[in-house]
């Protein structure tokens, strides 16, 4: 009697297992089986555990499946990102026709047991692969053994493809199957545990390189305990200290806050509650400097981190805190002088005056900010005045008298300077005696 191949294309118990020593060989058959796919499994389990390069994987895994004749043989392709094309393959116990395949595989040419694999979630069982896959090259090289096929994925994105052949008598057998759809899946699994540690690693060597090579003053504190992890080189050259000193080191060192504040506000910015800091820092010279910092919190070898990096701003200060002594300086000169002064914004109301022309004029400061050069000027019409602003702008300033108007009514005689500035929007600075 021959085989008779069911529905689902997988041939019917042979003539010899209907007796009961046919069903005992058979189960001899099947407990041998399992049991050398049982250790092919484990092995290929170990095998994923140290491997981190997919194509030494998978040739690592094919080897494996087959060395210990769990299975006949057995092919797997990596995909890529379209699950359309083969990036890699790796084959054992397959003659020639694997050429044919991987060829096909790397043009998106798919045999019809990868294509049902790739659509479902579940182990593709080709009970007779010469007849019901005739499209694979590998079709005659099963003889009369059967396939299994399955995708192999892990958090819904597909790496591959993993097909092995197994004797006919199991294709039904559904231990058999479950522990290839377990096999498959740790293999997804493994796939992409490597993928993301290579992406770890990519970022990992992006960030240490911006952090060995950046000019910005870099350092990597442990929130905990308010130490230095890490500083990078040109932290070395702002703080005078090398590498391996600053390593270790409590950043009170450092910071000329007391440790409580020091706390507070590396908390603040472990919270993401701030992320810009004004310190003073001290160097190993003994000299302070003002610094500007920007921290946020960085995830470690399983713990926060705070990596800051920091700004030298003592020439800014300086220069900042020279502009305040200048202005306050010329303030002090401008309300003492005799002569009046005032400053016309671009639209020509007064912005600013001092206690001078207050005093010619009669009104008092806050009476005079705001008002029109028309409310002060007594014979100039608003055309005249439209003029000589024009002027002013094209010449850079301008020597003239007029006669202003007094709280009272009263008119006098004035000789004002004027000169125009173009910072803020354009201004007007005015003297007058």
Known sequence: MTDRPDVAGRPAPPAEAEGAGGELALARERAAHLGQVLKAIRSVNHLMAQEDDPQRL??????????????????????????????????SGIGGGFEVLRERLEGGAFPSCARLALEGDEVVVVGDPSTHCADCPLSPEYGNRAAFCRRLAFDGKDFGLLAVSVPSSLASDEEARAWFDGLAGDLGFALNRIEETRRKRELEGVS??????????MLLLDPADGTIVDANPAAERFYGWDRGELRGMEVSRINTLSPEEI????????EAQRNHFLFRHRRA????????????TIRSRERDLLYSIIH???????AEEALRESERYLRTILRTTADGFWVIDGQGLV????????????????????MSIGDLDADETPSETRARIQRIEAEGSELFEARHRRKDGSVFSVEVSATY???GG????CFCR
């Open 312 to 318: 030298d701003i003592t020439g800014r200060r300086q």
């Open 208 to 217: 240490a390189s911006l952090f060995e090579n950046n000019h910005a003053i």
């Open 58 to 91: 998978i040739e690592g895994a094919c080897a494996t499946l087959t060395r210990t004749m769990g299975y006949h043989s057995a092919w797997i392709a990596l995909l890529d990102d379209s699950a359309r094309l083969a990036t890699a393959t790796a084959s």
């Open 285 to 296: 010279d003994g000299s302070v400097r003002d610094v500007e910092v920007y921290s946020g």
């Open 421 to 423: 500035l173009g910072e």
């Open 351 to 370: 912005i600013d005056v001092n206690e001078a022309y207050c005093a010619m004029s009669g009104y008092g400061r806050e009476e005079i900010l705001g």
């Open 263 to 270: 706390h507070r506000e590396m908390q603040a910015a472990r």
């Open 426 to 429: 354009g201004r007007f600075v």
